[in-house]
């Protein structure tokens, strides 16, 4: 089992930026795929960014792209989501999700992931 706490989130101004952070409980975390996905009330968990193990392929959603960064440091069992110029419209519970079944590829479907954490609050006000 692993378990995965997610930290970072919190109320910026649009235009503004905050930085995500995901701890992973075990050293196993480094051969997993990880992802951030978020979720409003009332949708569903939409996937954000992935980044497989060794960091040398990542994927963002169309939204996200040019604005978000992910990374990760597995010396630290750590995945970090960099957001820059954020805008209201991502607003949301951010979750950070471990695919124990892959390591070269962050799929974006949230049933491909087994592991999820608790999630964190991003607000942006306009």
């Known amino acids: 089992q692993v378990q995965l706490v997610e930290s970072g989130g919190g109320l910026v101004r649009a235009g503004g930026s905050l930085r995500l952070s995901c701890a992973a409980s075990r050293r196993t975390f480094s051969s997993y795929a990880m992802a951030w996905f978020r979720q409003t009330p009332g949708k569903e968990r939409d996937f954000v960014a992935g980044i497989n193990w060794s960091h040398s392929n990542t994927n963002y959603a169309d939204s996200v792209k040019g604005r978000f960064t992910i990374s990760r440091d597995n010396a630290k069992n750590t995945v970090y989501l960099q957001m820059n110029s954020l805008k209201p419209e991502d607003t949301a519970i951010y979750y950070c999700?471990?695919?124990?079944?892959?390591?070269?590829?962050?799929?974006?479907?949230?049933?491909?992931?087994?592991?999820w954490g608790q999630g964190t609050q991003v607000t942006v006000s306009s």
């Open positions: 999700a471990a695919d124990r079944g892959s390591s070269w590829y962050a799929g974006t479907r949230e049933y491909e992931y087994d592991y």
